[in-house]
């Protein structure tokens, strides 16, 4: 069973920072791994999607790198502004009978202040 | 391009009574999921159609849940009876069957007093 685990669980960072959220996941056999943003009270907002064939995704002033083998993923957020204080989700995604049943960690909740 | 529409965005109801909520897919996705967020968790994954068939209800709690896609367009999730356990976000997603990528809706928030 995929499980999937966010760290920090909560960061707080001056305007301006650059910023590393990690992900890791148990079962290394994805088929790709999706980052999301959430503003309170609202759905989620697709960030970057990484396939497993990919080593990283750029969006921006995102960043998001996967690394299969050691179950691992990263988004970097460069310069950082309070638009960005929200949660942030990574989500591994199976292949085969289970593809695209994602299997999300706990998020990341990122407060970036003036 | 319209993105996923979801209603009612919140609802209260009471221990034991009923509800349901709505979801409407991006065009052309064929895939649906419902995925259940309890506060300060990540989403996890109820049910999920391809066209008007299930793939996978493993986790959906058939007890008191059901959901139904009739046409391979609209879905409805419906919860009766409610238990205060309930109480969540309800968020529906599609997904575009060339990237892979889920879309997801604003969800429903769910409160059961």
């Known amino acids: 069973k995929q499980e999937v685990t966010q760290i920090p669980a909560a960061l707080s960072v001056p305007e301006g920072e650059n910023l590393v959220l990690n992900c890791s996941f148990t079962?290394?056999?994805?088929?790709?791994l999706q980052w999301f943003r959430q503003d309170p009270g609202k759905g989620l907002t697709s960030l970057l999607l990484i396939q497993s064939s990919q080593r990283e995704q750029t969006s921006g002033r995102l960043n998001a790198s996967l690394d299969k083998s050691s179950g691992r993923s990263t988004l970097y957020i460069a310069a950082s502004q309070p638009g960005d204080s929200a949660t942030y989700l990574c989500a591994a995604g199976p292949g085969g009978t289970s593809y695209g049943k994602l299997t999300f960690g706990q998020g990341t909740i990122l407060t970036v202040h003036p | 391009e319209a993105g996923v529409a979801q209603s009612p965005r919140y609802k209260i109801i009471e221990k034991r009574q009923s509800v349901a909520f709505w979801c409407n897919p991006i065009s052309g996705h064929a895939t649906l999921y419902w995925y259940q967020q309890i506060l300060g968790q990540g989403p996890k994954l109820l049910i999920q159609?391809?066209?008007?068939?299930?793939?996978?209800d493993s986790q959906l709690p058939k007890d008191r849940f059901s959901a139904e896609r009739l046409k391979g367009v609209d879905s409805t999730l419906k919860i009766q009876p409610a238990k205060l356990e309930d109480s969540a976000v309800y968020l529906c997603?599609?997904?575009?069957?060339?990237?892979?990528?889920?879309?997801f809706g604003e969800g429903s928030r769910l409160t059961v007093l």
């Open positions: 997603a599609s997904r575009d069957r060339f990237t892979g990528e889920l879309f």
């Open positions: 079962d290394s056999a994805i088929y790709n």
């Open positions: 159609f391809q066209n008007n068939g299930v793939v996978d």
